[in-house]
């Protein structure tokens, strides 16, 4: 690494860099565009941002700040108090844009606080890039970012701004599983995080050991319409269950039903007949009054509440089968007994 970065960096450690921080070193190709994070403490949500190029001190010349100008050239900065972090961003850049940057907050009364960063401009590509430094992943999901290396002599690290880094082929970066996959025949280095949550939102950057490029990643909530067929889905399956259990308790009554019908009926007939299925049966079942019988009937008197049964077949042709129960036949015996004393008399 340059010794005069080095000593940069000694400095901005001298001067607060632990209170903010950011990449040490970003390539960019001529022509191109990036955008810069840099990470601040809670307590100074409500200071000045500032932006500057030069050496640190008074030779640093600012060139956008968060109260004014908030906007020179190609140069824009803008501060999200919320997640505590100011972003730079410089388009169309060129080679004499190349050079060291002092990303700071002012702290009056006192050294102002900030971080160096070393902006390098080349003709050919960086040796460090990606295709986009804006990505969007879903919450509950996953999102995948690919960075693209040249010659390196360190590891890839993947890192959270403000919080640490991952290496190797999988990990875990803020308790969010990470799966690495570095093709070093293609040198793509691919980082994919599981199990998006909204906190997971920030930026992130790839780093090859020198150099770094920064990506922001925003977790959103599912569309609606992508969470319309799941609900509707759901839906019908409980609709589905609460018809299934509508007809299985109409079944259980109904038998209950029908049991209860057959305690209540014990001298029931059970006919069964062998005629075609076109022809036409009649089935009746009627209460007799018991009959007054003289003292001197040798008939038996029927019991009392009986219940009797009559049927009548009407066919041309065929034959009927019927099969009536002890009870059935005592009954008819009884009728019959109480007819022919009735004749008698």
Known sequence: MDPLMLLFLLIAGLTGADSLSSVRWVTVQSGGSVTIPCLYEDRYKNHVKNWCKGDYGQSCTSIVRTDSPQKKGDMSIRDDPEQRVFTVTMN?????????????????????VGAWVTLSITDGSPELLVDKQEVTGVEGDSVSVQCRYGDRSSEMKWCKIGGSCVSGDSGSLDGRPVEIRDDRVNKVFSVTMWGLERKDTGWYWCDDGDQQIPVHITVSQPSPLVQLPLYVGLGLLVLLLIIIFIIMTWKVLDKHKKKLARNQNPGWSEF???????????YSSIDLPVPEMSSTSSAATPANNEVYSLITLKHSEGAATWRCSSTCGDLLLRMRSVRDSQILQ
């Open 92 to 112: 169309n850049l060129r080679t004499g844009d190349s050079g060291h940057y002092w990303c700071s907050v002012e702290n009056s009364g006192d050294l102002d």
């Open 272 to 282: 069964k007949s062998s005629l075609e299925p076109d022809a036409d049966v009649i």
